[in-house]
C-alpha cells in the first residue's frame, strides 16, 4: 500500500472511531460494523453439539435427590446448558431442556406459566402429572404436553424413581417478554376428569362432534403413549421402504389441525433399523434428541466441512444438534430415537430450511 493511501485509510478510521465515541452517548451505533453478523450469508449458531450420557447424568440427578426435595425445589431438574452458550440455561438459542428427577412420595407443586412443556419418560413407571384437572400416568417413552397457562403438577405414589426429559419454549417466550407465572394455592390440582378421558375424546383418530378443544393452538391430546408410537413405526418398518436420511421418522400431530402439537416446539419419533448407515441433512431447526431404545452414533459436521462431533449414543442418553450443522445416524442393532426442535416457529416465520446431502 503506498503511503498517501495508508495515511487516508488511517485518517479516515481514527475520524470513524471517533465519530463511534461520540454517537454513543446518545445510543446509536454504525451498522456496517456488524452487518455481517446481523446477516450471515448461512446459520452460523453459537450453539455446540453435546451429548449427555445418562450413566454420567444419573449418578448426580440421584445426589441432588439427596440434598433437595421436589417440592423445596419447585421442580428438581438439572438442566441440559449447551456448552456454547453456558449460563443461559438454554440447549438451543431457542429451547430449554432438562432432566427431572421425583422420587417415592414427593410432589412437585401445582403452578402455571405461559412457557409451553413437553416432557419425555426416560427411567421408572407410574409417576404423574396433572393437567387441567385430569392425571396421566407416565411410562418410559411416553410424550407428554403441559400447555401455556395450565396448572400443573407431577407426583409419584409408586416405589421407584422417576425421570423424565422437560423441554420448554424459555428462551423463545423470553425473548419476546411475554413470560407469566403463578403459583396454585391448591399444592395439588383437584382432578375432574377421569385419567384416560382426553385420549378417548382425541386419541383413536376421532374427535367430538361439537365444540372446541381445551387448549386453543395445543394439542387436546396430552399424553401419546409410547406403545402406540412404537407399534407404529415397527408397522412402518414391515411395510414401507426406510427413508435414506431418517431410516423410519413419523411427526407427533395436533389431532384437531393436523399439524404441531405444541405452537413453539415440534416433536418426532423415528426407528433405525438394524444396520442403518443414513446420508447426511441439515435443518434450521436445532434439534434436541433422546435416546429410547438401542444404541447408535450421531455423525455432525459444519456448513465448511470441519467435523463438529462425533458421538456414541445409548438408550436414555440426551444430544444435541445445532441449527445448520449436518446430521448422519447410524445404528448396527437398531434404535429407537425421539427429538423435538423449534420448527413450529420457523415454519410461521416462512423460514425454515432443510438440506438432503448425498
Ligand atoms: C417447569 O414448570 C417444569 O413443570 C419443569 O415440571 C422445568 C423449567 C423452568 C421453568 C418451569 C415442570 C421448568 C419449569
Known sequence: MNTVASTTTNSFQI???????????????????????LVPVHPKSPCLPALWRYEQVRP?????????TAEEAVRRVLILENPGIRGKSSITQALYAGLQLILPGEVAPSHRHTQSALRFIVEGSGAFTAVNGERTTMKPGDFIITPSWTWHDHGNEVQEPVVWLD??????????DAGFAQNNPEKTQALKNQEGSSFARYGYNMVPVRGEGPF?????????????SREALHQLEQCEALDDWDGFKLRYVNPLTGGYPMPTMATFMQRLPAGFSGKASRQTDSAVYSVVEGSGSAVMTYADGAEAAQFQFTARDHFVVP???????????GCVLFSF??????DALGIHQEERLS
Open 15 to 37: 475520524a470513524r472511531e471517533k465519530l463511534y465515541r461520540d454517537i454513543d452517548s446518545l445510543n446509536l451505533t454504525p451498522l456496517w460494523e456488524v452487518l455481517h453478523n
Open 60 to 68: 448426580y440427578l440421584m445426589r441432588a435427590g439427596e440434598l433437595i
Open 167 to 176: 423441554g420448554l419454549d424459555i428462551p423463545i417466550v423470553g425473548l419476546l
Open 216 to 228: 386453543g393452538k395445543t394439542s387436546p391430546i396430552f399424553s401419546y403413549p409410547y406403545e402406540r
Open 323 to 333: 441449527s445448520w450443522v449436518s446430521l448422519q445416524l447410524k445404528s448396527d442393532p
Open 341 to 346: 426442535s423449534d420448527r413450529p416457529v420457523q
